[in-house]
């Protein structure tokens, strides 16, 4: 079964003691930071920190993203070299283009044929935060059979349009639908940027339920405390699940009787409803709620 990512957990990847502790903190997936949250001066620091927890601490079920610095920065090129070696499950490919996502999957094809690692078994994440990477999504996602979902950066993005970010996030919805109707054509992983004020519980909330309701599958996060909250966010709801059990019962009821659309409570079912009501027991039995 495909893995679930509904969060998305950052941490630098200078810091010893976030890193040990990476596995118990519930997220989906961890992502290892190489870029913007660390200092210029601790760029191989962090490098060596992180290819030695990727080689030795126990992330039980959480996914093993690494995220690298632009390959225009003069760090990138060395980073996917180095981190490559020790296999983590994805590497995340900053302010992405299509030329950045193929030159990366070239570098993979051929660090996996050296360290004998299955063809294609490095992931890739592109993270999309600029105007240009927005506008040409479809090609970063065909660039290599390697992209398993897309990251929006909200942060960068909005530097690059030269707007600021708010807690509403209205600036950010064109983005959004952009980025979720990418990635459902190529059933993919859409996932939300961070929510940055860990104070603004409310805030937080409302712009969690924005993503979902747009159709991103999954939000990143830059605190331990934030994965709870997405998590449960995301889960469908017990109204939402007991609606979707009526749906199934009804159309097995209306199959019976060989009708294809029928009425519930008033209301007309077809295959869209029956669909979208699948869709939600299936998340359901995934999150363990049924
Ligand atoms: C726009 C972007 O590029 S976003 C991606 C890059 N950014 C990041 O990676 C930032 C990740 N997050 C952090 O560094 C921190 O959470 C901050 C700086 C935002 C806030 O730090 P604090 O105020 O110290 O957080 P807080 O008080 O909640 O920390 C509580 C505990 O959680 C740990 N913790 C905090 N954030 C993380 C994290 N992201 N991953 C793992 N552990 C964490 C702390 O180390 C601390 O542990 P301790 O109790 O053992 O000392
Ligand atoms: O949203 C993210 O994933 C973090 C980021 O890099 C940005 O916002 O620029
Ligand atoms: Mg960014």
Known sequence: MERLRRTMLFMPGNNPSMLQNAGILGADSIILDLEDAVSISEKD????????????????DSEVVVRINPLSSGFGLGDVAEIAKVKPDALMVTKATRADVKT????????EAEEGFE????????????AYGIETIHEIITSSER??????????????????RTPEG??????RAKV????????????????ADLNDCQG???????????????????????????HEIFAPTQEEIRYAQGVIEA?????????????????????PIIARAENVIQKAKRTGLM
């Not at 209205?170 to 983005?175: D, P, R, V, W």
Request: net charge negative; hydrophobic share 45%; aromatic share 6%.
């Open 251 to 271: 159309m097995e009821e209306a199959q019976r009787e060989g009708k294809g659309v029928f009425s519930m409570d008033g209301k007309m079912i077809d295959a």
């Open 204 to 230: 937080f909330e409302r712009d969690i339920a924005k993503c979902k309701s747009l159709g991103m599958t999954g939000k990143a996060a830059i605190n331990p405390r934030q994965v709870d909250t997405i």
């Open 119 to 130: 063809k294609n078994s490095i992931k890739l994440f592109p993270l999309v935060e600029s």
């Open 104 to 111: 990366v999957c070239e570098m993979l094809t051929k660090i």
């Open 180 to 195: 979720v109707s990418a990635c459902r054509a190529h059933k993919i992983d859409a996932i939300d940027t961070p929510f």
């Open 45 to 60: 620091a962090a490098r060596i920190l992180v290819r030695s927890a990727i080689k030795t601490i126990d992330f039980y």
């Open 147 to 164: 992209v398993i979902g897309i990251l929006l950066g909200g942060e960068d993005l909005t530097a690059d349009l030269g707007i600021q």
């Open 170 to 175: 209205e600036e950010i919805s064109y983005a």
